[in-house]
């Protein structure tokens, strides 16, 4: 006879938002504590665009985008130059084009397969993991997250000024929202964290609290 089994599926969790809402941060602090692996898959659209750009492309060309993110490797998602206003910019051209999306799906889910992981980006609970155990939309106010990144610019050495900072945040957010492939947009089962007023151990407190009332395993 065969005894029954219980199969647990790797624990996926989902952190999606918008840019400098404190994602990558809490993403990080969260897998650390769950023990699980962090991706953070704007990398592979940044480096993505960067790859196009090096070779002189066009970041709008769906053939030369693609070649790209069916191409990258593991030392793209090193390099030094994957932020910054091109870079920014960048990314979010590609991003908006279908097969790039369907090239760089296989390396998420597999990642996230492995051994279970925490994800951020824009469509992990969307289109990547739509069966994540936990989904959380982060997000602030546009002016607080464009006064966070000025900040970090500023900590860099890199020359910005704010209401810049914000006008081009502003178009990048539209753009991620506006477009067809995987729109940026909450999931219907996301819980929508706001850390408009919430330093980064805040939101972290409250996550971790999400986390471990989802992620129980009943015995
Ligand atoms: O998260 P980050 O700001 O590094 O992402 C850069 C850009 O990559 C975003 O503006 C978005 O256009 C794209 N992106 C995406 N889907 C993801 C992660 C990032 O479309 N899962």
Redesign the pocket.
């Known amino acids: 006879m065969i005894s029954p089994v219980t199969v647990i599926s790797p624990v996926i969790v989902a952190i999606d938002g918008p840019?400098a809402a404190g994602?990558g941060t809490l993403a990080r602090r969260l897998a650390e504590a769950l023990g699980l692996s962090y991706l953070?898959?704007?990398?592979l659209?940044?480096a993505t665009g960067r790859r196009v750009l090096d070779q002189g492309g066009n970041v709008a060309d769906p053939v030369a985008a693609t070649s790209a993110a069916s191409t990258l490797t593991p030392e793209d998602l090193q390099r030094s130059d994957l932020r910054g206003p091109q870079a920014?910019a960048a990314?979010?051209a590609v991003?908006a084009i279908p097969s790039v999306r369907a090239a760089l799906l296989d390396f998420q889910r597999s990642f996230g397969r492995a051994t279970g992981a925490v994800l951020?980006?824009?469509?992990?609970g969307t289109v990547i993991f739509p069966e994540a155990r936990l989904k959380i939309f982060v997000t602030a106010s546009l002016a607080e997250r464009a006064r966070r990144r000025f900040l970090e610019l500023q900590a860099k050495g890199t020359p910005a000024a704010l209401d810049q900072v914000e006008a081009d945040m502003r178009a990048?957010d539209a753009?991620?929202a506006a477009r067809a492939a995987?729109p940026l947009k909450p999931a219907d089962d996301a819980v929508i964290l706001d850390t408009t007023a919430l330093d980064a151990d805040a939101a972290f407190v409250q996550a971790l609290a999400l986390a471990q009332a989802r992620l129980a395993v009943p015995h």
């Open positions: 840019a994602k953070d898959t704007g990398l659209y940044r920014d990314a979010a991003a951020d980006g824009r469509d992990i990048r753009h991620d995987a």
